[in-house]
């Protein structure tokens, strides 16, 4: 079964418009992380934003923030003001495991592309 | 960019040929992690390290071997490359700077095998 399941392959928003990309996760730890990266045409892999299992507010870094439904099992990322820029390859990801445990490898999803047009 | 690269960043081989990949790191992290990047697939972890010698499998390790001598080094080998081993190789790094295990990611080499 699928750990981490994001069901949009692609994603278009107009530009300053506020875009959610789908990210729902399995497992039956009680502590985890979850990761959302950006992967922008030239290929790096860039870290966005962070939520931890016990975390009781959602994650915000400037215009991402982390929709974090742990009922659901959703860790949904929203991009507020898109802008053209932002077109990329967006990848949902989980670490099992303790929050620090620099062990946790992480499993992602097959990821969205987002296309942000004028 | 937590003072990850990778070598080569491009390599175009042939079926049956020894490949090996490198990831160095400049930052003394423990933890190290190849990953394959396949359209379709996301990010499917090869192998992993958590220490000199230490090392164990990830998801999709048949057809790899993994060294580690020393800290700032990761060896990923293909003994014998295949068609299906065409892919983007990412290295990465674990840190635990901000309270959590982010990783680092190294900017990826892209292998062909013809």
């Known amino acids: 079964a699928q750990k981490i399941t994001q069901t949009q392959p692609g994603m278009f928003v107009q530009e300053k418009e506020a875009v959610t990309l789908d990210c729902t996760y399995d497992?039956?730890?009680?502590?985890?992380?979850l990761f959302w990266y950006k992967q922008p045409s030239s290929g790096e892999m860039i870290f966005l934003i962070y939520q931890g299992s016990y975390d009781e507010q959602n994650a915000t870094e400037g215009r991402y923030s982390l929709n974090f439904q742990k009922a659901r099992k959703s860790a949904n990322l929203v991009i507020s003001a898109s802008q053209l820029g932002d077109s990329a390859m967006y990848f949902c990801?989980?670490?099992?495991?303790?929050?620090?445990?620099?062990?946790?490898?992480?499993?992602f999803g097959r990821g969205t592309q987002l296309t942000v047009w004028p | 960019d937590a003072g990850i690269t990778q070598s080569p960043r491009h390599k175009v081989t042939e079926t049956g040929t020894p490949v090996t990949l490198r990831c160095h790191q400049t930052?003394?992290?423990?933890?190290m992690y190849w990953y394959r990047q396949d359209p379709g697939h996301g990010l499917r972890l090869i192998h992993y390290s958590y220490g000199v010698k230490d090392t164990d499998k990830g998801e999709v390790s048949d057809g790899y071997s993994v060294s580690r001598s020393k800290t700032e080094d990761f060896l990923l080998t293909l003994e014998s490359a295949t068609s299906s081993q065409t892919s983007v190789y990412f290295c990465a790094i674990s840190t635990t700077s901000g309270g959590f295990n982010e990783q680092f990611f190294g900017p990826g080499t892209r292998l062909t095998v013809l």
């Open positions: 930052e003394n992290h423990r933890y």
């Open positions: 990801a989980m670490r099992e495991g303790p929050r620090g445990s620099t062990l946790g490898r992480l499993y």
């Open positions: 497992t039956s730890d009680q502590s985890y992380g």
